[in-house]
């Protein structure tokens, strides 16, 4: 059984540019979350793609959007890059239906600098 | 507002002594409490959650909610519970869809 994984580890980007980040879920796992982490803070729930459908959003503009696929590795891509979206982006699995209660995997994560 | 509140940034200990990692949240409806760990140069990973009322690693958690309060305790710390702790919860935010909400953080250092 293989983990999260996520890619790639580190990316710089320019304001104003867009970004692809990479997720493949844990074997077995159908559900995928995506969390921005910024300096000093707690992960922030961007949102969760079970089925390859969005299943779940915080509160984060409509320029950060997803996708799963049906082998269940999942895309965020964030368009119009502001330097405030420099952060940990990190990715976490589970399995079975989406549920309040069950455990969530995530990945190492990939460290976005935006200049 | 719906949140958690972790107050201590930083909490120093020493071995052998009792901890405790508050927890404060604010959520309408039922939420289910979790608290998650990092330890140095590892991913974050769960430690504990609310409906397996079990103890991981010696620690415990309580729901209190009546205080909207999940602290996080263990009665002995080891140098090895040295990490970040995160609380968190997960609720139901309507027609069947969850959301995540994590608290900022509490690094416990536990001193030899």
């Known amino acids: 059984e293989t983990g999260v994984t996520q890619s790639p580890t580190h990316l710089i980007k320019t304001r104003g540019q867009q970004v692809t980040l990479r997720c493949s879920s844990q074997?077995?796992?159908?559900?995928v979350s995506w969390y921005q982490q910024a300096l000093g803070q707690g992960p922030q729930f961007i949102f969760q793609?079970?089925?390859?459908?969005?299943?779940g959003r915080g509160n984060f503009p409509p320029r950060f959007s997803g996708l799963q696929f049906p082998n269940y590795s999942s895309e965020l891509n964030v368009n119009a890059l502001e330097l405030d979206d420099s952060a940990l982006y990190l990715c976490?699995?589970?399995?079975?239906?989406?549920?309040?209660?069950?455990?969530?995997?995530f990945g190492p994560g990939t460290r976005l600098t935006v200049t | 507002a719906q949140r958690v509140t972790q107050p201590e940034k930083l909490l120093s200990v020493f071995k052998g002594a009792p901890v405790e990692l508050k927890c404060n949240y604010s959520?309408?409806?039922?939420?289910?409490l979790f608290w998650y760990v990092q330890y140095s140069r590892q991913r974050l990973q769960l430690l504990l959650r609310?409906?397996s009322r079990e103890s991981i690693k010696g620690f415990t958690a309580d729901l209190n909610k009546g205080e909207t309060s999940f602290h996080l305790k263990k009665p002995f710390a080891q140098e090895e519970d040295s990490a970040m702790y995160y609380c968190?919860?997960?609720?139901?935010?309507?027609?069947?869809?969850?959301?995540?909400?994590f608290g900022t953080g509490t690094r416990l250092k536990v001193l030899a």
């Open positions: 976490a699995s589970s399995t079975i239906p989406p549920a309040a209660s069950y455990e969530q995997y």
């Open positions: 074997s077995g796992h159908n559900t």
């Open positions: 793609y079970y089925r390859e459908e969005e299943n």
């Open positions: 959520y309408s409806g039922s939420p289910e």
């Open positions: 609310h409906i």
């Open positions: 968190a919860l997960s609720g139901d935010s309507g027609s069947g869809t969850y959301k995540y909400i």
